[in-house]
């Protein structure tokens, strides 16, 4: 499985403003967030070329998590050219999560 990018105050904005991007918003000590991250990354894998897949740390970048009302992680936004297109809080499973980005591409 590819790495992937973990955004920072600094530079979500320019990370998500061209193209399809998904954003994990997560925590280190979050159980569902742990949950998340296995599916995520196999998502990263099979849309390599076709979408982004980066994740933001809530307790390191606080000031973007507020910006964006992240109230609960894991919280998914699904931007499109720097547009917030989607989003959802909770566990998605596979097919759940292909299906938002399918509907993205």
């Known amino acids: 499985m590819s790495d992937i990018t973990v955004l920072n105050n600094d530079n979500f904005e320019e990370a998500t403003s061209k193209g399809v991007v998904i954003v994990d918003f997560y925590a280190d000590w979050c159980g569902p967030c742990k949950m998340m991250a296995p599916i995520f990354a196999e ?8 979408a982004e897949f ?5 307790d390191e970048a606080k000031e973007t998590a507020l910006n964006h009302k992240i109230m609960s992680i894991p919280t998914l936004l699904f931007f499109k050219d720097g547009q917030i297109v ?3 809080s909770g566990v998605l499973d596979k097919s759940a999560l292909y299906g938002k980005i399918n509907a993205l591409l």
């Open 86 to 88: 989607d989003r959802i």
């Open 43 to 50: 998502a990263k894998d099979a849309y390599a070329g076709k």
């Open 54 to 58: 980066v994740k933001i740390n809530v």
